[in-house]
């Protein structure tokens, strides 16, 4: 029942532990489990076969590789799990797979950090030859309210979590029947970026949406909208005018709505905000742009492109480094014709192997060779034959008896940051209190419904906190919270918000002392004049 | 593409604005998803068939129903998810479905109130006759650790994070292969409850884990240990003496070590502490007992057994009133020879089944008739003849190649309880900081590495918090904390304390005020001595 090999576990060790024991094995160490990476390490598995002086390690966030193209299938259910992932140690039998986030690498050290496992202790491993291929990530900071408020789509939790909210987004719209405004965004499902990751995704969201609401009861499927926007004038920059033009002819026949010559400039929990400031109201809105580099490979000290690519020679090694080498998206790399590769999987599967065999002909002191690959041609639209076929007799796809499941995933999450636009509404009177709130940027004001209209009580501004009454009392809530300029808030669940104000000292009573400082009239007594 | 059901939409509106309304159907109401209550819908469907003036909601937690007898397989992934599961709505053409949790129920107002959804108000539905169906829960309240370290199998979630656990366990064992207290610790696996439930999933735990341990290099077959955990001298209280034997004997063959006459105490996250104050080392602790009536039921003022079960008459009606129906596992439901009856689903349709026949009676004004079901006799183990046959022969059973895909479920949690044994370590000197502590409860002493031994720095009780200077300074741990005397902490973690210091007004002020009041001396200076 062992594995035959034996002697893996002293290997794995702590570098730091077990760096002067003699008889160690050498090794290549690859950082990341997509194409790149995995394609690199099968091909090292294959040359450095029955060599007992070499071991293999990849380190991978996840302990499976995904099939990157059919990912937006799995938004609909039109595919298996399993036709999209494979557990990497199935892929990978002479390869140690280590399933931890990559911290840091000491270039000079030559070693490598795993982010802590279930004990807070750092992990170092050591490399002889290093591979980088941890890819690209989609890194919303600097657009406001979209790390908190939009998806992104990169991974499998990505279109399982989509999958989820627009299944969750349909549950709800068939029980709030009675408000018009939440129903609208419930119904709303907006992608932004019309590549080929956003049209992918667009297509099958449109295609699993109109699907299943047939099975609401409560739902018109004429309310449904599904809407991506791009900021170009056409979509799929990638394929030729003609395909582009027939592409777009295929959503909109389908019913998605395209947005074009616009970009999404901010999201809330409510709405998509766009370029020229119009707001689509929904609650499940996606972003595959914009793509940036790893944060591992932005903290790296070696040679990078403006854009943050890693700089390589023409035999895949990164500049100026003897033993280390970079490919997939995280890195730029100069094709025959001196145009940088695209950031296709067959362009990272022809590196991996141009990499593998340049790394064990620099162990064995062999000549390196260049990358040359030239492209198979003008990429097809992948996925869009099948798309294509069913599209003219407007056949709906076969939707199993469990497409319709939506896994609660995750629990409650704790504090977070929350982003509104002037004129959106935090609270209203008269709800229920859920949460306790932090004003870190922006105005809002405090309103009470007096008479037939609303009264302005006070407006609060940064490291002011509200909504705290509610949860302190129990009671809904006594006014309505509005944005007045655009603000980031800490939001607080009640249950976190109740151990914490329990527990720490002082919490609850800096709380009341805020309270007490913002002069907010009891309920009971005549609300203030508006100032 | 809309629903021939148009009129469905108004039905649903929220009762308090439309309760007086004229031409409004009737309905009955079910709460609960399991078979009790889904079964009850689909027969009122075929009763009320074509009736245009009644109606029939169902509430339920998830939008699907489950096969709970084959909940078990979703831990080895012997059986697909489309096996286990169907969508309700495929289940129930002409049934509304509400997916919501039921908040509370008015049983003077005859309405039902559900937890709110995206915003927080409340969601009122009306009834005519409300079917009680919601089942038990697992309620580990009062058991020391266990809300926190146990994980419960009830529904589909906790199976597929008992799954997710047992994976990510021998990911991170294979990776510690330096540390053989944690090593230990993720390489055992405890279910305690020795009926049903209980020896399903150790079974199948114990079949999943060993295959897919093979192909991590770095684990031995022989240091994994799955243990089962019961409270009497014989497994299976529920069937036959020689069938328990038999269950037994399985179990051990295929490696289970079954400790009997122990019931599960208390639970830390590193171990699972037994009733005579043993404690087995583990990550992975799953605990099938002990079941509790529905929190919902129980805060219904109807008449109910000792332990908590409501009391129906013969026609499964609630005692003393007319239009409240109970079944399923909430009920205590006394069969034809007066015993109540076990809670199984063979019990539960053909409830349903009777249930319904007497709405429909009550409605119309017919006579009820009597629940007289005396079982299909004595209960064969479920799925064990599959088990059975395997079993002689060894054969494993095929793994998929996804099999051993192991998704991130939800994200970063916020503050939660942990449970500390006497003995245990909080954080060792010299690990990195990665949360926060608050001492509820107990004793803990402060040490420091000093010459070979450790150093008692000083002693922490209620109210005191510690382990605050490493994510103050991001340095690592300065001391070490072990529990003197059983406690209970609330612990936030970094990323949440920090964004809760640098926000809310007072907190980062009153941890400084803590830890100058503790006296600790700083890091530079020679600590004290021992006292």
Known sequence: ??????????????????????????????????????????ALERKLRGRD???????????????????????SGTIGLTDVVSPLRRLLRRTHVVVRDVESIDVAARTITAAPGFRPHAHVERYDHLVLAPGTVTDFRGLPGLPEHAL?????????????RAIRALEEADVEDDDPVLRKQLLTFVVAGGGFSGVEVVAELNDFVRNVARLYRRIDQRDIRVVLVHGQSEILPEVSPKLRAFAARILRRRGVELVLNQRLKAATAEAAILSDGTAIPTRTLVSTIPSSPHPLVDALPLPKTKNGRLIVDGHLRVSGHDNIWALGDCASIPTADGAPCPPTAQHATRQAQVAADNIVAAIDGGSLRAFDFKGLGK????????????????TL????????????LGGTAGATHEYFE?????????????????LLSGRAEV??????????????GPGECFGEMALLDSAPRNATVRCVEAMTVLSIPKREFGLLAANVPGLRASFEQVMARRGLPPVAEPPAPPS
Chains 1, 2 share one sequence.
């Not at 090794?27 to 997509?34: F, I, L, T």
């Not at 990169?154 to 279109?159: E, G, P, S, V």
């Not at 002037?422 to 932090?438: A, H, K, S, W």
Request: hydrophobic fraction near 40%; avoid cysteine.
């Open 1 to 42: 029942m062992t594995t035959p090999d034996v002697t893996a576990g002293a290997a794995g060790r702590n570098a730091g532990a077990n760096e002067e024991r003699g008889g160690m094995k050498k090794r290549v160490v690859v950082v990341g489990g997509g194409f790149a990476g995995v394609y690199a390490a099968q």
């Open 53 to 75: 002086d070499w071991e293999i390690l990849l380190f991978s966030r996840d302990n499976y590789f995904v099939f990157q193209p059919m990912l937006p299938e799995v938004i």
């Open 152 to 164: 992104p789509f990169k991974n499998l939790a990505d279109a399982l979590d989509l999958r989820a």
């Open 379 to 394: 990429m097809k639209l992948p996925g869009w034959g099948r798309r294509i076929k069913v599209a003219s007799s407007w």
């Open 397 to 408: 796809d076969l939707i199993l008896p469990t497409e319709l499941i939506q896994l609660r």
């Open 422 to 438: 002037p004129g959106q509404t935090v609270f209203n009177e008269g709800e229920l209190g859920d949460r306790v709130y932090i």
């Open 447 to 460: 309103l009470r419904r007096r008479g037939g209209g609303e009264q302005l009580l006070t407006t609060l």
